[in-house]
């Protein structure tokens, strides 16, 4: 069993930047690969991005390559996946969802956190 609570989230200003984190507990958390979606009003949870149980390999959304990293601290306990979002944009407003899977690219989720709204104003 696998819990996920976000934070981070709030409010920014196009062009700027917000690092999320996802705190895991459970001992089954290193089994799994780390990633996070996000779902804007009206449309659709869609996958950001994610990252292997070593943290060695990820995988992006194109529409954020090159402006988000994903990373994990498996370290000590410490059990933490962080989504760093740079060069925000007002299309990136959406509630930001970390999930638990098997593999990098999130096909099925395993588990889910609550959630954290990202707003992003032009």
């Known amino acids: 069993q696998v819990q996920l609570v976000e934070s981070g989230g709030g409010l920014v200003q196009a062009g700027g930047s917000l690092r999320l984190s996802c705190a895991a507990s459970g001992r089954t958390f290193s089994m799994y690969a780390m990633g996070w979606f996000r779902q804007a009003p009206g449309k659709a949870r869609e996958f950001v991005g994610g990252?292997?149980?070593?943290?060695?390999?990820?995988?992006?959304a194109d529409s954020v390559k090159g402006r988000f990293t994903i990373s994990r601290d498996n370290a000590n306990a410490k059990n933490t996946v962080y989504l760093q979002m740079n060069s925000l944009k007002p299309e990136d407003t959406a509630v930001y969802y970390c999930a638990a899977d098997l593999m990098v690219t999130m096909p099925s989720p395993d588990y889910w956190g609550q959630g954290t709204q990202v707003t992003v104003s032009s």
């Open positions: 990252i292997s149980r070593s943290g060695g390999s990820t995988s992006y």
